[in-house]
């Protein structure tokens, strides 16, 4: 509501005007005395001030000079009689933006202030809107330089601390953490963070479904995390300088496949500040930028690691047989035959030739067995398919016989040894049922 100022000696005058401005919508402050106008002019924002001219101890002169000194966004329309229109036209040199002859129509009063209001409304949408198109052209060029030092990055933490980088410069966005998910122990921990003490960078992290942060994830977009300071849950995790200055933040999900992987927090940005939701849509901008190629550094960083893991194959193997048993609901017996030697001295072809020997004769068996699955170079896992302990316990004592007839005689240097694990009484998964069994291994062994 525009903030107007009425002052006139007369008061029936500053009444009547009054009175048609209010009607009209506009707050109205209506006074007879110009030295107090002066006053209220220094101390409050008017949008416009009419006054009269000629008016004892202050003119209308020395009152416009006082508005147009405050603000020059400030408006003035002058009152006058005809036998002032000389001053009234100087008045005009001060920068007012009308004056009214006396007598006159409030009509006209009205019109006169109208279309000063929407001039000022127009002046001010094209200070948002020059605004708005710096504001957007800064943020093209940010992303711009995002996508092309993004596009060229070759390791992860180099498109961490990038991106940490644009958002404090550009977004100015002053405390705000990279979280990135944990799959071993379930847990979001902060990877990359500005404005927080290194034992919160060190410390911090929550687990999905669990607090105040973890259950809001669920949701999938920005997230207002308030009250953060009660829960316990990660109250605990942050550093005492850091929970003077923390009791709300919010989170921009990072998402591919509609799966959460990651998060940024912005622990300085407000739900109800204009200014602040500009930043938020350009983080969540930057957000849809980065979650792609953090999500593919992170797979590749989980392949290497699976690949340099010696029973992945074998656990991709399992895992598949594993999950047509659930699927049609049978049981599994999975045998680790491992192959030792007595003692050392025996060259590489020799183990090579008896190892290839063993898988020979185990492929033989086929009809008896489900699969074979090489483990290394002196273990093969042997799966049988609905098999009770006993079966497989005579399977696997039977075919150890012959292997050690064929292949393994008394007196050579090498011995033949097993253990199992049954599905799904020992493990649901590969990785349980591979411990199982290289377990029992161990026990026969010993």
Known sequence: MEKILVVDDEKGLVDVISEVLLEEGYEVKGITDPVEAIKLINENEFNLVITDLKMPLVDGIEVTNAAKNKSKDTEVIVITGYGSLESAIEALKKDVYDYILKPFNVIDISKTVNRVIEKQRLARLNRELKAKIEKNLNDITTLYEISKIISSANDLNKILTFTSETIQESVMVEIFSIMIYNKENKRFKIEKAVGL????????????????????????????????????NYIKYIDEEDKKRITS?????????????????????????????????LLSIISTQISP???????????????????FLVKKQMESIVNKAIVYKGGLIFIIFKLYLKKFGDRAYKILDIHQKIFKKLKESISRIDSVIVLGLDSFVVILQGSTQVEAEIFTMDIKKELEKDIIPKGSNFLLDHGYATFPIDGKSAEELIGKAQNNLWKSIK
Not at 199 to 224: R, Y
Not at 251 to 272: M, N, Q, R, T, Y
């Open 197 to 232: 003490k290194e034992n919160t960078k060190k410390d911090f992290s929550f687990e999905i479904n669990k607090g105040i942060i973890g259950n809001s994830l669920n949701e999938k977009d920005i997230i207002f995390v308030k009250d953060f300071e009660k829960d316990e």
């Open 249 to 281: 933040f919010v989170i921009i999900p990072l998402i591919v496949e509609d799966e959460i992987f990651g998060l940024i927090a912005a622990h300085s940005v407000k739900e109800d500040n204009s200014e602040d939701i500009d930043k938020l849509n």
């Open 293 to 311: 190629l953090i999500k593919l550094f992170l797979y590749q960083e989980e392949q290497e690691i699976l690949f340099n893991d010696p029973l």
